[in-house]
């Protein structure tokens, strides 16, 4: 029998404004106008393979993110639809962003969190190959977007913005 601990069932209404804080802040540091016209969409996991076979593999076999749909899949039917969706959030990719997860029948592509949600939407750079067009340096409000922050206070930092990924 699964249980659903009280961090995960009550959803803070301030991740929202999280959510919205970082967005912004993340596209306003970008090239401006020019986004708009040619917004960066996520494009899933499997989209990144032929051209980083390793990040890959080796996230696909061992990051537990690669697989985390199927855990809140579960759990479904004892949920609300409400609250159901309140999982997608941070157990897809891009969920309730420009071209990002909506459904596991819409997009299954992007139904279990990957390389996006830490390197973001992939679009433009699976076409121009530019490493200017991904993000690579990472920081704890990356991870802070899903991991909690108390909960990466507890670790030393460092070797954790290496972990689950690759
Ligand atoms: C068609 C080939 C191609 C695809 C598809 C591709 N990349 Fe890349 N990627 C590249 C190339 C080329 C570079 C530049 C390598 C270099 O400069 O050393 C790169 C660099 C990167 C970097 C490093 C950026 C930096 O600043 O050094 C990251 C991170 C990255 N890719 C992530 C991704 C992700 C995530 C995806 C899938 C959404 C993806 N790539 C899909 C070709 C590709
Ligand atoms: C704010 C982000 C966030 C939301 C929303 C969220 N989770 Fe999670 N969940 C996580 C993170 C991060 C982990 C990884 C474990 C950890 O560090 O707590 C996780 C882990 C899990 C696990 C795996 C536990 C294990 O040990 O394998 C299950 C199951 C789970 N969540 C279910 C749910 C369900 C069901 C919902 C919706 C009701 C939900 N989560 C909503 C962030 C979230
Ligand atoms: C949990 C977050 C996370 C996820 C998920 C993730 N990465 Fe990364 N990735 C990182 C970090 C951290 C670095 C190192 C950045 C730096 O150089 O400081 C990195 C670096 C890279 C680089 C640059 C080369 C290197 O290894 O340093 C590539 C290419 C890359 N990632 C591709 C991918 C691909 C493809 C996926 C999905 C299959 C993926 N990443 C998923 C966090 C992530
Ligand atoms: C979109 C939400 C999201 C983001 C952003 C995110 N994670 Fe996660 N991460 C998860 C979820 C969900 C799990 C739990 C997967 C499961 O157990 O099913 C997880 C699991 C992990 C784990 C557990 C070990 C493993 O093998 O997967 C580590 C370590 C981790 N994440 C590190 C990071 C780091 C470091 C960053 C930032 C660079 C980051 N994550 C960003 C959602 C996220």
Known sequence: MTTIDSRHKVIPAGWLLFWILIITSWWGGGTGLAESSDERTFVGAAACKDCHATEFKNFTAYAKKAHSYSKIKVMKRELTEQ??????????TGYGQPGGFRSEEETPHLKDPGCEVCHGPGSRHVKSEDAKDIKR???MADCEKCHSPERIKTFNYKPLVFGGAH
């Open 137 to 139: 340096k990472l920081n």
């Open 83 to 92: 609250e159901f969706r309140g999982c997608f959030e941070c157990h897809t």
